[in-house]
């Protein structure tokens, strides 16, 4: 069974929340999923997951230090994620607080490592995105992106 892995970092508790909507989500398409906080996962945990879903508040425009240092760590795995589906989310504190340039720093990233990257033409178009804690709006982008994720993993491993 193909299976999802939702990494993220939280603080305050909101960033998390977005994750367990992706989650309900992806368990929605009848893909298993796992979620972790960033600082009980291992780059080598990467290697097990068919998608791989981060989420971060933002911070100075981008995402958390403790998510970029399991970004770097995965360096020694470049090509090995090569073919899974990414994504991205991201919390922050207010609009314009730089949600988007969250997103957009940690898809780079997925995309360096050969990762297959799906937009949304609807809603949040990079990721779901939550100005303090997740309202209707954002838990429902959320469990769209974990819905989407979990349909374009069993189209790339034919699971």
Do not use: W
Request: aromatic share 6%; hydrophobic share 35%.
């Amino acid at each position: 069974m193909p299976k999802v892995l939702i990494v993220y970092y939280s603080r305050t508790g909101n960033t998390e929340k977005m994750a367990q909507y992706i989650a309900e989500g992806v368990q929605e398409e009848g893909v298993e999923v796992e979620m972790k906080r960033v600082e009980d996962t291992k780059p080598e945990d990467l290697l097990e997951a068919d998608g791989i879903v981060m989420g971060s508040p933002t911070y100075y425009g981008t995402m958390a230090a403790e998510l970029k240092k399991l970004l770097d760590e995965s360096v020694k795995y470049h090509r090995k994620l090569d073919g899974k589906v990414g994504a991205a989310f991201a919390s922050s504190a207010q609009l314009g607080g730089g949600n988007e340039t969250t997103v957009l720093d940690i898809l780079d990233a997925l995309l360096i490592h050969g990762m297959v990257v799906q937009g949304d033409p609807q809603g949040d178009h990079y990721g779901p995105v939550s100005i303090g804690a997740p309202d209707g709006r954002a838990a429902e982008e959320c469990r769209r992106r974990g819905r989407r994720v979990a349909q374009l993993v069993r189209q790339v491993t034919g699971g």
